[in-house]
């Protein structure tokens, strides 16, 4: 089992900053990558950032050079450092981890951004 808290939300400024943390406890040791995603009103859920197995990072396009993913060196935290926002970053931002051994994701609850003057 794994169990992921998010933090750090809120509203900010266009053009602002904001970073997300999320804590990861359980079988911190089981997970084979980690990611954010968000969800928009009216939208699907999408992938925003992943650390894979290999210690690799991918962003979606729309994010590339404004956010950046990291976690601690222990995995017990992981963040999302998102500047430069704009009106349509605005959307619950969501922890996910992913066990590969069980193919099985685990979620948090989420973390509301919203950009607005």
């Known amino acids: 089992q794994v169990q992921l808290v998010e933090s750090g939300g809120g509203l900010v400024q266009p053009g602002g900053s904001l970073r997300l943390s999320c804590a990861v406890s359980?079988?911190?040791?089981?997970?084979?990558?980690v990611a954010w995603y968000r969800q928009a009103p009216g939208k699907q859920r999408e992938l925003v950032a992943s650390?894979?197995?290999?210690?690799?990072?991918h962003y979606r396009d729309s994010v590339k050079d404004r956010f950046t993913i990291s976690r601690d060196n222990a995995g017990n935290t992981l963040y999302l450092q998102a500047d430069s926002l704009k009106p349509e970053d605005t959307a619950v931002y969501y922890c996910?981890?992913?066990?590969?051994?069980?193919?099985?994701?685990?979620w948090g609850k989420g973390t509301l951004v919203t950009v607005s003057s």
């Open positions: 359980g079988s911190i040791f089981s997970i084979t990558a």
């Open positions: 996910n981890a992913f066990v590969g051994q069980l193919n099985m994701n685990y």
């Open positions: 650390i894979v197995s290999d210690g690799s990072k």
